[in-house]
């Protein structure tokens, strides 16, 4: 997945760095990532030529440093080009695709946090962590994380996939959705596979998360068990589509990049946990 990036080393500490020629640069626009394309068909990042009040430190990756243009004019540079963030999801290197999409999380936060939502004074960096300060009333302000749940069911031998309705997406995917004020985990994955499919699930298994920034988020997936004898009944405004599928019936999906899919594979080789489980008892 995205964020595969071992032995190397993330680390987004809170550090004043300064810019210095060959740091790498993430400058965004409109969605989009400006990147050029090795001979081997591999994203490029642009590297600062001339160190500039407009570059941001962002993090940095063992010792590569990343910093964010971050002003209102694009940054142009000859052989690079805007093009949609889609390409970090699928591209390599891994730990350059992993930077350009936690530096447009970032990005999108520091653009729509410009003024202070309570006072609409001007916000300035906090000199002490990564936030925003209001001059004139204090409020502070923290980089946006929105968790969303990805929700596996299963029955037995058969897992439940959906297909969501007007997406350009249009494969198979497990449940998902936004994490809704007040509620834990669990009540998100009882919400979701009621509102979505509307049946009731059980025994309810923490699998892993992901950082998913493209949407501010994070992931977060679960394997759930449907009730007995419920009924799969479809919300036609989300979904196009919801069925069972049997395990042998689940197509191999190879390096997935996707939360869920990672998951739909982990159940076609029987190893989700309650397959595990059941091998064990044996
Ligand atoms: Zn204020």
Not at 117 to 136: N, Y
Not at 236 to 241: A, G, M, P, R, V
Request: proline share 5%.
């Amino acid at each position: 997945m995205i964020n595969s990036i071992a032995p190397k080393i993330f680390n987004n500490r809170f550090e004043p760095h300064q810019p210095e020629a060959g740091d790498k640069v993430l400058a965004y626009t409109n969605g989009k990532i400006l990147i050029g394309f090795g001979n081997d068909g591999s994203v490029v990042l642009p590297r600062v030529k001339q160190p500039s009040d407009s570059l941001r430190y962002l993090f940095s990756i063992d010792d590569t440093r990343y910093f964010l243009w971050d002003t209102d004019f694009p940054y142009e540079e000859k052989g690079f080009d805007y093009v949609s963030h889609f390409v970090l999801r699928t591209m390599k290197p891994q730990d350059d695709c992993f930077a350009g999409m936690v530096g447009y999380q970032l990005y999108n936060w520091y653009r729509n946090h410009r003024y202070c939502g309570k006072c609409a004074s001007q916000m300035t960096d906090s000199l002490k962590e990564r936030a925003l300060v209001c001059p004139e009333c204090g409020l502070t302000v923290y980089p946006t994380i929105s968790p969303a749940i990805v929700v596996a069911v299963t029955r037995g031998d058969e897992i439940l996939l959906t297909r969501y309705a007007g997406r350009e997406y249009q494969g198979y995917a497990v449940n998902a959705g936004f994490m809704e004020i007040g509620e834990t985990d669990e009540d998100t994955i009882r919400r979701e596979v009621m509102e979505e499919v509307g049946i009731r699930v059980k025994d309810i298994r923490y699998y892993g998360s992901l950082p998913w920034g493209f949407d501010s988020g994070i992931l977060i997936g679960y394997f759930a068990k449907a009730e007995d004898g419920e009924e799969v009944k479809a919300d036609h405004n989300e979904l196009s589509e919801a069925k069972w599928f049997k395990r042998d019936e689940l197509k191999e999906i190879k390096d997935p990049v996707f939360l869920g899919a990672e998951m739909m594979e982990l159940f076609r080789t029987g190893n989700d946990p309650y397959s595990k489980e059941s091998s064990c008892a044996r």
